[in-house]
Nanobody
Framework: VQLQASGGGLVQAGGSLRLSCAAS????????MGWFRQVPGKEREFVGY????????DYADSVKGRFTISRDNAKSTVSLQMNSLKPEDTAVYYC??????????????????WGQGTQVTVSS
């Protein structure tokens, strides 16, 4: 599966952005999807996760209550709605796909497919 992330940009603190990730290929509905972010010089950081059916979501503590993940299997898309953005949310955001596994959703190495990343910049 190929993933294409979009929707990044520059926003003021307190604002909102919605990231989208479009998947091409077969069987999108079988993949669990995750969002990660990375700033230069730091490890890639887990942001959130949604199960293949959309019935389960999980979030990093730093974004819980502000970010929401959703998916549309009919359209092969997953979205990340980001509200109440903070300067520390500034990063390149990546969507990723993995096969169902018992490995925790925050483990980046468990994801097989990655999008190219989209830059989010939050100004103070």
């Amino acid at each position: 599966v190929q993933l294409q992330a979009s929707g990044g940009g520059l926003v003021q603190a307190g604002g909102s952005l919605r990231l989208s990730c479009a998947a091409s290929g077969r069987d999108f509905s079988t993949y669990n999807m995750g969002w990660f972010r990375q700033v230069p010089g730091k490890e890639r950081e887990f942001v959130g996760y949604i199960s293949s059916s959309g019935s389960r979501t999980d979030y990093a503590d730093s974004v819980k209550g502000r970010f929401t993940i959703s998916r549309d299997n009919a359209k092969s898309t997953v979205s990340l709605q980001m509200n109440s953005l903070k300067p520390e949310d500034t990063a390149v955001y990546y969507c990723a796909a993995r096969y169902p596994t018992r490995v925790g959703p925050h483990v980046a190495t468990a994801y097989r497919y990655w999008g190219q990343g989209t830059q989010v910049t939050v100004s103070s």
